[in-house]
């Protein structure tokens, strides 16, 4: 009866472990998925490695600032750091220096399809790496999201012409997403959801501005000059920095400790369905009965890897 009562328990803090995890994982993606608007309006104003310079050493800052708050803490002694390093280089510095360049060669409808690849490549990882098997249905329920923002994509192509060079580094930058989700989920059981932030952080804004002082030179600092006397600019970076930054990654990191790198990276599909909603809604662009019924199908394909998890968990 002991027994039968500590299983149930257990049972149930697992439970509630995977929603919290789930929820934090939606949450992220949802701010991510707003993200692009203000992208959009900073790329108005600044030059993209100004933008990611910035937008890091700002969001490195207010965890700083969190820091002498002493609610969060930082402990990584005795602790091996090489793969929480590893993990740091990939997301953010080559993820969004791949993404970067590999959407200014490539079509929006053929960067829409590869991006999309990403739970793809963490399936596969997680299955060599972390021994996290997914079932049949995991499976066909993420092809059928990839089919739908697959579709979506080549509706709203801007009729870009498609670079051999670019499709290779969006495909590495799906690799740098998929090696981040592996390595969060890995590391989490050494260091916390803030601790992992925070390195990432660090590595963001020290790449970034060293990579976009070497670019820019001395145009760098004339750029932020600039940008900064534009309050659409800075409301755009504190967007990205507080919010899309901190937040966000801090939700999913989290959310790497508590559920499978498959489900986690499965609720980035959602951000699709968020940039067209959010474009609709705020941008007012177009939007029909098939872009529609598409969001619905990305919806139910990650609901589909969620809900048909294998037994044994």
Do not use: D
């Amino acid at each position: 009866m002991v027994k039968f009562k500590k299983m149930i328990g257990e049972i149930t803090i697992l439970s509630k472990n995977k929603t919290v995890g789930i929820i934090c994982a939606l949450l992220a993606n949802l701010i991510f998925g707003f993200s692009f608007i203000f992208s959009k309006t900073a790329l108005q104003i600044a030059h993209p490695l100004v933008i990611l310079s910035v937008r890091f050493t700002v969001a490195f800052l207010t965890l700083n600032l969190l820091l002498l708050t002493k609610k969060f803490k930082i402990n990584l002694k005795g602790k091996s750091k090489t793969k929480l390093i590893m993990m740091s280089i990939a997301q953010p510095l080559l993820y969004f220096i791949f993404e970067l360049y590999g959407l200014s060669l490539v079509s929006s409808a053929l960067s829409g399809v590869i991006i999309a690849l990403v739970p793809v490549a963490v399936m596969l990882l997680a299955a060599v790496f972390l021994k996290e098997k997914s079932t049949l249905l995991q499976k066909l329920c993420t092809i059928l999201s990839i089919a739908a923002i697959s579709a979506i994509s080549v509706i709203s192509n801007n009729g870009k012409k498609s670079y051999f060079l670019g499709i290779i580094l969006l495909v590495l930058a799906v690799l740098s997403a998929a090696v981040f989700n592996i390595l969060s989920r890995s590391e989490s059981k050494k260091f916390t959801a803030f601790e992992r932030t925070y390195i990432m952080f660090l590595c963001g804004a020290l790449g970034f501005n060293l990579i976009a002082v070497c670019v820019l030179k001395w145009q760098y600092f004339t750029q932020i000059c600039t940008a900064f006397q534009s309050i659409n600019f800075i409301i755009s970076i504190i967007y990205l920095a507080v919010i899309s930054s901190v937040l966000a990654f801090l939700l999913y990191n989290f959310s790497t400790s508590k559920i499978p790198a498959v489900q986690s990276s499965s609720f980035s599909n959602i951000i699709t369905v968020v940039t067209v909603i959010a474009g609709v809604l705020i941008l007012k662009e177009s939007f029909n009965i098939w872009q529609f019924l598409l969001c619905g199908i990305i919806i139910l394909g990650v609901f589909g890897v969620n809900t048909f998890t294998p037994k044994k968990e």
